[in-house]
C-alpha cells in the first residue's frame, strides 16, 4: 500500500510549464516578471491592492511586526492555539508574547480574552503593541469584535493567514483582508506551494513598499550599496513565484476537493459516539485545508492516539491539533488568558489526511481503517 500524507504538494503540468519559462528566460533569480505577477494575482484574489512577495509566512510576519514598529520589550497579543512561527516571530523581534485561548466555535482567538489580555497587560504597565490573530486550519475569529477591541486600544491587528488562502466569509471578504496586514505560507505542506515561501499583503502601498525594501538587504537606491537600516534576505526567486503562480491558478478545485474529503470523512464517521468535526461558522465558507476531528474517548471507546497509531500502521499519516504555544517549553513562563479550549483540542483533537490529490479509493482506504480500530465502541 502507498503512503498517504497528510497534506502533500499537489502540482500539475500547468506548473512545470511556468517554471521553465522562468527558467529559460534566465530569470532565475532575484526577483523577476513571476514575481509581479504572483504579488498582482495574489493581492486581487484576497481583494486587497498590495503585496510583497517573500521567502516564506515567518518572514511575513517577521517584517509585519517591524512596520508595526514592535520594540524589545513590548508585548503581543497572540493566539495560543497555532503553529510556532506565529509566536517566534514575537521573539525575533525581542518582544513578549502574551497568549489567549481558542473561541470554541471559531477554534481561533477568543475577543473576550483579547480585551482581558490587553486591559491586564496595559493595567500592568507595559505597552501592547500588536495583536496577531490566527486563521487556523483555515477557520478565522470573529473579526467583527477583533477589529472593535483593536481600534479601541489602538492597537493594531496583524492576520495570520498562513493556512487560510481562500476562506470567505458569507459577506465576500476573504482571509488575509482583515488587520492591518496579513502573512500567507506556501510552505510544503499548505494549501498552495511554491516548496517555500510567503506573502505579506495590505492595503497600505506604503507597508508594502518598506516590507519589500527590508526584504531586498534595506538597500538604498544608489549605485553603490548604501544602508541605513538593518535589511533582510526574506524575497521570493523568481522560479517558485512561477511554481505559485500555476498553484494559484487551481487554488478554486483544490478547495473543493478539501470540502469533497471532510464532507466523505463526515459521512462516513460523523454519526460515531464522541467523535466531532471542526466547527463550521455559518457566515465562514473555510478553504477546508485540513480537517479534523475531536474523539471523546469515552464515548468512543478509543482514544486519538490509539486512531493515529492504528492509521500509521498502515502508512497513513495523521496528526495531534497544533499543541498550544501555552505548553511549549520554549515558551514557559509566558502569560497566557483562558487556556481550556486549546488544551481540550490538543488533548483529543486529530488532524486527517487532507491533501487536494487524495482520491476516493483513498478516503475509503482512509475511512475503513479508522472504523476499524481495535477497541472502537
Ligand atoms: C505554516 C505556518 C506559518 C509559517 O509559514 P512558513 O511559510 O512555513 O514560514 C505561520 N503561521 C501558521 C499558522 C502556519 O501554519
Known amino acids: 500500500m502507498s503512503r498517504i500524507y497528510l497534506s502533500p504538494p499537489h502540482v500539475s503540468d500547468r506548473e512545470r510549464e511556468l517554471l521553465l519559462d522562468a527558467f529559460d528566460s534566465n530569470w532565475i533569480a532575484p526577483l523577476g516578471p513571476h514575481v509581479d505577477a504572483f504579488e498582482a494575482e495574489l493581492a486581487a484574489y484576497v481583494h486587497m491592492p498590495y503585496a510583497a512577495a517573500l521567502s516564506s509566512g515567518t518572514a511575513a510576519l517577521h517584517l509585519a511586526l517591524i512596520l508595526h514598529g514592535v520594540q524589545p520589550d513590548d508585548v503581543v497579543v497572540c493566539s ?75 492597537v493594531p491587528l496583524i492576520e495570520d493567514a498562513a493556512e487560510a488562502l481562500g476562506s470567505r466569509r458569507s459577506d465576500g471578504r476573504r482571509a488575509g483582508s482583515f488587520g492591518r496586514c496579513a502573512a500567507f505560507s506556501f510552505n510544503g505542506n499548505k494549501i498552495i506551494t511554491t516548496s517555500g515561501g510567503g506573502m505579506l499583503v495590505s492595503d497600505d502601498e506604503q507597508l508594502i513598499d518598506r516590507a519589500r525594501y527590508l526584504a531586498t538587504q534595506a538597500r538604498q537606491p544608489v549605485a553603490h550599496y548604501e544602508h541605513t537600516d538593518v535589511g533582510y534576505n526574506y524575497r521570493l526567486s523568481n522560479l517558485l513565484a512561477a511554481v505559485g503562480r500555476g498553484q494559484l491558478e487551481g487554488l478554486e478545485e483544490k478547495i473543493e476537493q478539501r470540502r469533497r474529503t471532510r464532507a466523505a470523512y463526515e459521512e462516513a ?94 478516503r475509503q482506504r482512509i475511512i475503513e481503517r479508522i472504523q476499524a480500530t481495535p477497541g472502537m465502541a
Open 80 to 154: 495560543s492555539f497555532t503553529f510556532a512561527a506565529t509566536a517566534n516571530a514575537i521573539r525575533y523581534v525581542g518582544a513578549e508574547p502574551v497568549f489567549v485561548d481558542a473561541a470554541p466555535d471559531t477554534w481561533c482567538m477568543n475577543p473576550a480574552f483579547v480585551e482581558a489580555a490587553i486591559q491586564a497587560e496595559q493595567r500592568a504597565g507595559r505597552r501592547v503593541a500588536a495583536i496577531i490573530a490566527v486563521d487556523l486550519y483555515g477557520l478565522m475569529p470573529d473579526y467583527d469584535a477583533l477589529t472593535a477591541i483593536a481600534e479601541r486600544f489602538g
Open 269 to 362: 464517521l460523523g454519526h460515531l459516539p464522541g467523535v466531532q468535526f471542526a466547527p463550521l461558522p455559518p457566515d465562514q465558507s473555510p478553504n477546508h485545508w485540513l480537517t479534523c476531528v475531536t474523539i471523546d474517548a469515552a464515548a468512543l471507546g478509543v482514544d486519538r492516539e490509539a486512531i493515529r497509531a492504528h492509521l500509521a500502521a498502515d502508512q497513513i499519516e495523521s496528526r495531534p491539533l497544533w499543541k498550544p504555544m501555552h505548553q511549549q517549553p520554549i515558551f514557559a513562563g509566558c502569560r497566557v488568558y483562558g487556556r481550556a479550549v486549546s488544551d481540550g483540542l490538543f488533548a483529543d483533537g486529530l488532524c486527517l489526511p487532507s491533501g487536494s490529490a487524495l482520491n476516493d479509493s483513498d
